[in-house]
């Protein structure tokens, strides 16, 4: 079925709604942990994992959305469905009472836009939840870091996902021009137990002259990695950072908005 025209609230979360390899990813999650348990999820927007929630048998979902048009939304959806089990909070999440936290058993937070235009808001909520018993979804935040000799710039990825045999992934790898110099996986990471953390990455340059530096992050839950097709389409992923000359080892770390480098 295609509905072609949509609430403001669903139009405005369209790329994410269609993002099979995402939907997927936070399905699975959802599933594997919220049934007979009290849901707690961080920017409801267009309702889609309250919504996987609910239908996985949690006990009660409670859904913080900070816009009103969107929580006036949300609750018009799970009521013309039906739903009680439900409550839907206009608030800020970060603002909320300890109490509504304290008495959950799973978060949920939708990686809540761009980390690296955001503030790395993903990691300001592992901060908030982790002297709290809970699981959270996602549980980490990670970066590899791509090397590539020279100054390149970057098309649109293709994304590995459920619906792409890895042959075809490995034989598309193998084609792609240019491939990185080097590239460095995990190399930052952060998670629920850690909270907040320095965004520093230290790196040997020594062999560049000029380079170029892809900063790809990534959310995960147990050890599964999220595929975002739709952030690699609509926050201009990932973020280059070109060093001229470099010859040397570098501390690249992120603050006050940007990433920056220096020779160390």
Not at 118 to 123: A, L, P, S, V
Request: charged content about 25%.
């Amino acid at each position: 079925m295609t509905i072609f025209h949509n609430h403001r609230v669903v139009a405005d979360n369209i790329p994410w709604l269609n993002d099979s390899g995402r939907n997927k990813f936070y399905k699975d999650a959802i599933k594997s942990c919220v049934q007979g348990k009290r849901v707690l999820e961080a920017g409801s927007g267009a309702g889609l994992l309250m919504q996987y929630a609910l239908d996985a048998g949690a006990e009660h979902v409670t859904g913080v959305e900070i816009r009103k048009d969107r929580a006036k939304f949300l609750d018009r959806l799970f009521q013309s469905q039906g739903h009680k089990n439900y409550t839907i909070v206009n608030s800020d999440f970060m603002t909320i009472d300890e109490q509504l936290l304290s008495g959950s058993d799973v978060v949920i937070c939708e990686q809540t836009g761009d980390q690296f235009k955001n503030d790395c808001q993903i990691m300001l909520l592992f901060e908030k939840l982790k002297d709290h018993d809970v699981i959270s979804i996602p549980d980490s935040w990670e970066i590899d870091l791509h090397v590539y000799d020279g100054f390149v710039e970057s098309d649109m990825p293709l994304v590995s996902n459920d619906s792409i045999p890895s042959t075809y992934m490995e034989a598309v790898k193998a084609m792609a021009y240019p491939e990185p110099t080097e590239l460095f996986r995990n190399i930052w990471q952060t998670s629920l137990r850690d909270g907040l953390k320095t965004v520093s990455i230290e790196v040997d340059l020594t062999g560049y002259k000029d380079c170029t530096l892809y900063i790809d992050d990534h959310v995960g839950f147990q050890g599964r990695r999220c595929p975002y097709l739709t952030g690699y389409q609509n926050w201009n992923k990932p973020h280059a950072h070109h060093i001229k000359d470099a010859k040397g080892i570098y501390d690249i770390y992120f603050t006050g908005g940007t990433w920056h480098h220096k020779r160390k």
